[in-house]
Structures are given as C-alpha cells and as structure tokens.
C-alpha cells in the first residue's frame, strides 16, 4: 500500500470548516483512498473513501487532486465532538490486501 | 443492529494466564479481523478471517489464536498472556474486502497483562 503524509496535529474552531490535509504521492492506479477517525477511546470510525472522483455523505467531503498524489478531507461545520485523530489510509481494494495500515493520523482539536 | 459487539470490555490478566476475547456481528459480514492498538501507535492487523471456517495471520499474529465457527462470532484466544500483550484490542467487520466497502470497528477490549 501506498505510504500516507499527514500532519500530526490541527487546530480548528467551532462552526467552521477544518481541512485536513493528506500526501500519498506513490499511490496506484487502483489504490482507493480511505479515511477514518478515531474518538478517544472508541473504536476507528469510517469517514468517506474515494477512488478518483470527489466524494461527500453526511459526514465529509473528500478531495482528491487530479494527479491523485494528494487529498483533503473537509468536515463543513466542525463541532467539539469532531476533535478526534483522523487516519488517511490508502489500500487496494480487494484481492489478498484485507488490513488497513493505520499510521500515526491527524489530531484534530476542534476549539470553542 | 447492535453492529460490531466485543467483550469484555476491561480486563486484567496475570502472566500466564489465558482468556477468550469475544467479538460478534450482526450484519452478516464475510470480513472479519481482530487488531491491537498500542499507547501512540496505530493499529495493528492479528488475525483476520474471509469467511466461516477460514482464517489467517495478519502481522503480529504470535501468541494469539482465532477461529470462525460462524458467520457471526470471531473470538480471539490469548494461550499465555504476557505483558507485551497489554494493549487496547479491536474486532472489525466488512460486508467484503472487495471494492471499497468500509469497515466497522467494534468499542475495543482494554487488556493489562500484569
């Protein structure tokens, strides 16, 4: 799987949109990539995943350059229970790859 | 659906001793995989199975057994628990690992091994 570059932490306030930021510039062709987060204590959480094309659900935007080596997730209005650690992954999708590589993630703080 | 459900919740071993995580699912998922996530790190892949009746080794797989007797159930046995082996556990599930289908993480196990 494609190695990810995120920066440790970000600070975001409350009500405005937190971009997060995320570099796997050797990804491949047919790498997917997934985001997750992770709320103290609980378990991972899936976000939105995407392959080439732009993606939103209920929960967040993803962005995804046209040279695919960079994406950015966007949560439109943050609240205080978005601060978490936000995880890119990128993964084939299928055939004998079944894990997700967690690195170390993005630590949200989002500020009253 | 309850989802991804794990017990216990808490426990505490002594070295030497052996104990069965649970993990079950009612979404009729295929994938099912067991990860450990260490103080500051990230997650790490134990065992993961494809479907009852198969499963195999992730990558830090040593000490630890499984096995997928159904569809719905995915224990995780440690033989001789050792203080390396304290950590937060994780069950996950997938309806497949085909395509970009997401996966669903269970509340975690707190394991201290003492």
């Known amino acids: 799987d494609a190695k990810t570059t995120q920066p440790p932490s970000m600070d975001c306030a409350e009500g405005r949109a937190a971009n997060l930021p995320c570099n796997h510039s050797t990804i491949s062709g047919n790498e997917y990539v997934y985001w997750y987060r992770q709320i103290h204590s609980q378990g991972p959480q899936y976000i939105i995943h995407?392959?080439?094309n732009n993606e939103t659900n209920e929960m967040a935007s993803l962005i995804i350059t046209e040279d695919r080596k960079s994406s950015t997730l966007i949560l439109p209005h943050a609240t205080l229970r978005d601060t978490a650690v936000y995880y890119c992954i990128v993964r084939v999708a299928g055939g004998s790859n079944y894990k997700l590589t967690f690195g170390k993630g993005t630590l949200l703080t989002v500020n009253p | 659906n309850a989802g991804v459900t794990q017990t216990p919740k808490f426990q505490v071993l002594k070295t030497g001793q052996s104990m069965t995580l649970q993990c079950a699912q009612d979404?009729?998922?295929?994938?099912m995989s067991w990860y450990r996530q260490d103080p500051g790190m990230g997650l790490r892949l134990i065992h993961y199975s494809v479907g009852a009746g198969i499963t195999d080794q992730g990558e830090v797989p040593n000490g630890y057994n499984v096995s997928r007797s159904t569809t719905e159930d995915f224990p995780l046995r440690l033989l001789s628990a050792a203080p390396s082996q304290t950590s937060v556990y994780f069950c996950a599930s997938s309806y497949s690992i085909v395509g970009g289908n997401e996966q669903f993480f269970g509340p975690g196990t707190r394991l201290t091994v003492l």
């Open positions: 995407g392959l080439k």
């Open positions: 979404m009729n998922h295929e994938y």
